[in-house]
T-cell receptor
Framework: SQQGEEDPQALSIQEGENATMNCSYK?????LQWYRQNSGRGLVHLIL?????REKHSGRLRVTLDTSKKSSSLLITASRAADTASYFC??????????FGTGTSLTVIP | DTEVTQTPKHLVMGMTNKKSLKCEQH?????MYWYKQKAKKPPELMFV???????INESVPSRFSPECPNSSLLNLHLHALQPEDSALYLC??????????????FGSGTQLSVL
């Protein structure tokens, strides 16, 4: 199974600061996705980056992918209290199996 | 309609009970998933249905029995559960891979407590 591992496990920042979380994985991938989960709720898809892409932007989100290092990072700029959530990466091989990483718990302090 | 609907939202059951969790989507997605999530842990994949056929069973105990009656519905039948099965059960769907379908759409989950 293809599972990522995020770090840090927990991150606490002030509103307006940037938040960066990292994901490492072990085998070759077709794509890598990031999801957000608010407490006790379902996951929400944030962004997908394909293996032939190095960087992708969506609003305040910036994702990078380094396939040579088997790692990805998610940057949230100008964070808001509403960004408080857990963030999971999901490395994908293009098939129907999606395994989530260990997650980063982000707290944005107003 | 871009929603995945799960019912019930909360369920309390005894170890001898039989209950079912339900999941519904009307996005025309052909893959549907069950995940189990314990507190402060990532979701764990349990089952995947592709075109209404079970394609992946992650060695889940037989007290969990999935069913996909049609392309819009997914059930999880529960029988003789243990207290350690208490968790948030999440349903998800995705369009078939190969059509840009890798993105998962999640329901809000069923919080299950086994007494």
């Amino acid at each position: 199974s293809q599972q990522g591992e995020e770090d840090p496990q927990a991150l606490s920042i002030q509103e307006g600061e940037n938040a960066t979380m990292n994901c490492s994985y072990k085998t070759s991938i077709n794509n890598l996705q990031w999801y957000r989960q608010n407490s006790g709720r379902g996951l929400v898809h944030l962004i997908l980056i394909r293996s032939n892409e190095r960087e992708k932007h969506s609003g305040r989100l910036r994702v990078t992918l380094d396939t040579s290092k088997k790692s990805s990072s998610l940057l949230i700029t100008a964070s808001r209290a509403a960004d408080t959530a857990s963030y999971f990466c999901a490395p994908g091989d293009g098939g129907n199996q999606f395994y989530f990483g260990t997650g980063t718990s982000l707290t944005v302090i107003p | 309609d871009t929603e995945v609907t799960q019912t019930p939202k909360h369920l309390v059951m005894g170890m001898t009970n039989k209950k079912s969790l339900k999941c519904e989507q009307h996005m025309g997605h052909r893959a549907m998933y069950w995940y189990k999530q314990k507190a402060k842990k990532p979701p764990e994949l349990m089952f995947v249905y592709s075109y209404e056929k079970l394609s992946i069973n992650e060695s889940v105990p037989s007290r969990f029995s999935p069913e996909c009656p049609n392309s819009s519905l997914l059930n999880l039948h529960l029988h003789a559960l243990q207290p350690e099965d208490s968790a948030l059960y999440l349903c998800a769907s995705s369009p078939d891979p190969g059509q840009g379908g890798e993105k998962l759409f999640f329901g809000s989950g069923t919080q299950l407590s086994v007494l």
